[in-house]
């Protein structure tokens, strides 16, 4: 006899390893939903709709976990559920149609366990239709003087030679795995400072141009949260919007998002990138910056704005402490709630700096380590500097995961 553990992590891994013992296709559809175990906690909940819960969960097999004194006690109170997603689908219908906020409690947990288990995303940008199915990379191109990395390439070249620079670029990105090009002509490290509109439009748009014109199949994203900006690249042939400030700064972009189909990427920030990194304090930041999403998605859709063409960025280092960074990509599964894929940018970014000590030129590795954890956590497309490297380390995470 061998007994060996197990580690489900979601539904297909469940029917995987359901297969491989022989079980039918009608046994598979029964028994993997009852595999696979979660847990959420309710916060802010009346004692009695905690114990509510409790029962139901009770009579399903399963349990919850609450302060002691709401047992007996009219309080506010949180309460931690768990079970099988079998389980708590049940509860769901359980609380369905009844008092108090449990009908709302149903709602929600039912729709983020959809979410949570969603294993492929459709991406709508202009005329493209994408499928992503596992982590995409999305490379970095910066029209900069000053970029926190050290990449700008007007350091380099200017006119007809920054043209082919970045269409060189832009190939070897594409030919080593990036299925997507970021491409920002203003830098947002911290403390740097905006740029006019006119020489943002002049250093971007022709670049913009040249890059459609010879990739037209790849996706394209333009860095900026200014309305012109935006209009101009629009016009270019731009298939996405990269915007650091989710639309706060230029509520107007939301005209050409459905003028052009574009895709929309909103990025949490706290305050500035002027003012950002001066003492950001949060209470629970992972939470917080949920919030922050709940607000802005559903701005978008009061505006009717397709869902397949939103994606969510967390923003490590956008008026985050160190810690606040570490908790963010360890709490990335979090964020599936929205059913959004989830884009981020740890590329040689300063947290990695302060773990190691290293310069920006010499994180990779940092980028790396950082960039696979993000990708376990539940990232869909890492934003990154090298993409060679990060896609052979992407193809040896799958290659094991998979096997």
Known sequence: MIITPLSIENETAAKSLLSSVGVSREGIDILSLKCVYSAFKIEGIKSWEANII???????????????????????????IFGSIAQLSKLCGKLKNQPFHLNEISQNLSLYL??????????????????????????????????????????????????????????????????????????????????????????????????????????????????????????????????????????GVINLIKKHKLGIILMHMKATPQTMQINPKYGKVTEEIISFFKERTSMLNKEKINPQQVMIDPGIGFGKTLKDNLKIINELYKFKIFGLPIFIGLSRKSFIGKITGKSTDQRLYGTIASGLIAALRGANILRVHDVKENKEALRIASSIINN
Do not use: W
């Open 54 to 80: 409790k029962q139901h969960l009770l009579s399903l097999g399963s349990d919850s976990a609450v302060e002691r004194s709401a047992l007996v006690k009219n309080k506010k109170t949180d309460t931690i």
């Open 114 to 251: 959809d979410n949570l288990s969603k294993q492929e995303f459709v991406l709508r940008a202009r005329d493209k239709t994408i499928k992503i199915k596992e982590p995409l990379l999305c490379g970095i191109i910066n029209l900069t003087t000053d970029s926190f990395s050290g990449d700008g390439l007007l350091v380099k070249a200017c006119g007809n030679k920054l043209k082919d620079l970045v269409l060189k670029k832009t190939e070897a990105m594409i030919k080593d795995g990036a299925a997507m090009i970021d491409i920002g002509a203003e830098s947002s490290r911290p403390y740097s400072h905006p740029i006019p509109e006119k020489e943002e439009i002049a250093r971007i748009a022709p670049v913009l141009s040249a890059v459609r014109k010879n990739f037209k199949d790849v996706l394209i994203s333009v860095d900026t949260y200014k309305l012109n900006v935006v209009k101009a690249a629009a016009s270019e042939g731009v298939d996405i919007v990269n915007d650091i400030t989710a639309l706060r700064k230029s509520p």
